[in-house]
């Protein structure tokens, strides 16, 4: 049952979150600068060099809030601990990729490895619930289920990152929806973790949005990969997360479908747009290219970039409905 002091925690450490991380990124965006770490902003014809690595204010801010959160709800103790052990470990596994660039199938491998503390704590309930059918019974094949979901989510993350506010804007409407869900289903868990993580991203869409004066990089996106798959497992929002990250997974999947599996960003040659002359992008007609869902969308004809995250933003609003949807079946008893 949600108690009122924990709605009060969550909104305290939304706020935390959501001023560290717009305090932190000016100063990031000087810092880059300055030691030259930046990144070429491949959607604008003009290509301007932008700062990379902007995701590491999310981590911070992450960090502090869940500090905060371990130390006014001490009863909560031992999954704070392991959120923060986990989005730690995947974000230094994010770094490393951003300053020399992971083997692509070494990558999804550590950020799988890193669920292991929800196994080794014991911070799971390995009977998901789903709608018409209810309560399973997975003990077995659940530990499998956590150490792939994150692998998943993770890299699904990573690979919707591709244009302005791509990953922050649909990332911070999924974890609405998680929080709203959490309310309905009365997850204390999903509620804390939810809300300082939403404060975050929130607060970098600020920067991040068209046109970015930051990009998160692999330590941003990432991290919040790592973030959502946790709070799902720990919050017991594993149907209702899956429902909402549909954009996500689509997009993931035809990806590594069309290019016949995992491989480096930088490997792949051919690009699934095309910068057009007045600035708009178009799919591109190469058949080697990747069937992203930005091709999909830009198979109808050429649009701005900030054109097509509202169509990914607009995607993430109605899989966040159905997810919000999914959570209220499950809390009838549906």
């Not at 709800?73 to 986990?86: A, H, P, R």
């Not at 095309?274 to 708009?280: E, P, Q, T, W, Y």
Request: glycine share 8%; proline share 6%; aromatic share 8%.
């Amino acid at each position: 049952m949600i108690s009122a002091p924990d709605l009060i925690y969550a909104a305290t450490g939304f706020t935390i979150s959501f001023i560290i991380t717009f305090i932190l990124v000016p100063f990031l965006i000087r810092k880059f600068k300055e030691k030259g770490i930046v990144g070429i902003d491949v959607h604008k014809p003009e290509k301007p060099e932008i700062p990379e690595m902007g995701g590491l204010s999310i981590l911070i801010s992450i960090i502090v809030s869940t500090v905060f959160l371990i130390i006014v709800c001490n009863n909560l103790t031992k999954f704070f601990i392991t959120f923060l052990i986990v989005v730690i470990v995947v974000g230094i596994v994010g770094a490393i990729d951003d300053i020399k660039p992971l083997n692509p199938k070494l990558k999804p491998t550590l950020t799988a490895l890193a669920s292991l503390p929800i196994i080794i704590f014991g911070t799971y309930v390995p009977r998901p619930v789903f709608p018409i059918i209810g309560k399973t019974r997975l003990t077995i094949v659940y530990p499998l289920l956590i150490v792939a979901g994150l692998a998943v989510s993770t890299n699904a993350v990573n690979m919707l990152d591709v244009f302005n506010g791509s990953m922050a804007g649909t990332c911070s409407i999924l974890l609405l929806t998680l929080l709203i869900s959490s309310i309905i289903l009365g997850s204390n868990i999903g509620i804390l973790l939810s809300a300082i993580t939403l404060g975050s991203l929130i607060a970098f869409f600020y920067y991040n949005k068209y046109p970015a004066k930051i990009f998160s990089g692999d330590v941003g996106s990432l991290t919040v990969g790592a973030a959502i798959a946790t709070i799902a497992v720990m919050g017991r929002l594993e149907i209702v997360t899956v429902v909402a990250m549909m954009p996500h997974i689509m997009n993931g999947f035809h990806s590594l479908a069309s290019i016949g599996g995992l491989l480096e960003r930088r490997q792949i040659k051919a690009r699934p747009t095309k910068v057009l002359a007045d600035g708009r992008l178009a799919a591109s007609k190469d058949p080697k290219a990747p069937i992203t869902l930005a091709r999909l969308i830009l198979a109808g004809g050429p649009l701005y970039e900030n054109e097509v995250v509202k169509v990914f933003i607009l995607l993430s609003i109605y899989s966040g409905v159905l997810a919000i949807l999914t959570a209220l079946l499950i809390a009838w008893g549906l």
